[in-house]
């Protein structure tokens, strides 16, 4: 009775499983040449998660709430991802803030991106942060802006009931 799980905690980790599984697809790494590196998968942890909670926000009552504790679920595993290779208190609280930070301005731009169906303004921003350290051709950064809106797209078809309860699965990887 005390170690009963909440319901959306349950959907909460489901949800996050999913985009760690596809956030660590070796696809997105060779062909897509993302830098196979800890801050090119923080990039990729980002960009689905913030998929995720683009879709989650816009259900309602409780797509805002569930989008809420995804976020602390993500940086909850970031903070002890850290802890775990050593980073004592200070520096794990400075750098989950920084990371936080990272999240939201990516959030605000990639949602502008999805929310004006802008597949350029994507690309760029996709070139700003997830290839900030590369320079990659501009058709490989398409097909993962491509492959973000077709993510949107296939949540889209779900009911909202399927999605708040982790019942989804991404677009199969056809790069």
Do not use: H, W
């Given at each position: 009775?005390?170690?009963?799980?909440?319901?959306?905690?349950?959907?909460?980790?489901?949800?996050?499983?999913?985009?760690v599984?596809?956030?660590?697809?070796?696809?997105?790494?060779?062909?897509?040449?993302?830098?196979?590196?800890i801050?090119?998968?923080?990039?990729?942890?980002?960009?689905?998660?913030?998929?995720?909670?683009?879709?989650?926000?816009?259900?309602?009552?409780?797509?805002?709430?569930l989008?809420?504790?995804?976020?602390?679920?993500?940086?909850?595993?970031?903070?002890?991802?850290?802890?775990?290779?050593?980073?004592?208190?200070?520096?794990?609280?400075?750098?989950?803030?920084t990371?936080?930070?990272?999240?939201?301005?990516?959030?605000?731009?990639?949602?502008?991106?999805?929310?004006?169906?802008?597949?350029?303004?994507?690309?760029?921003?996709?070139n700003?942060?997830?290839?900030r350290?590369?320079?990659?051709?501009?058709?490989?950064?398409?097909?993962?802006?491509?492959?973000?809106?077709k993510?949107?797209?296939?949540?889209?078809?779900?009911?909202?009931?399927k999605?708040?309860?982790?019942?989804?699965?991404?677009?199969?990887?056809?790069?």
């Amino acid at each position: 009775m005390f170690f009963k799980k909440n319901k959306s905690y349950i959907s909460v980790d489901k949800i996050y499983n999913k985009i760690v599984l596809l956030s660590r697809n070796k696809t997105f790494y060779l062909k897509l040449k993302i830098p196979d590196t800890i801050d090119g998968r923080f990039d990729m942890l980002l960009l689905f998660s913030i998929i995720v909670v683009y879709k989650l926000s816009s259900i309602k009552p409780n797509g805002k709430e569930l989008a809420q504790k995804l976020f602390d679920r993500i940086f909850l595993d970031l903070d002890y991802s850290l802890r775990e290779i050593g980073a004592g208190d200070v520096g794990v609280s400075s750098k989950i803030k920084t990371m936080a930070s990272a999240f939201l301005g990516r959030q605000k731009v990639y949602c502008s991106s999805f929310e004006n169906n802008n597949i350029e303004n994507l690309v760029d921003n996709l070139n700003n942060n997830v290839y900030r350290n590369v320079s990659v051709d501009r058709k490989i950064i398409k097909k993962l802006a491509l492959y973000s809106f077709k993510s949107i797209d296939k949540l889209n078809l779900y009911k909202n009931s399927k999605i708040l309860s982790g019942c989804f699965e991404f677009p199969e990887l056809n790069i």
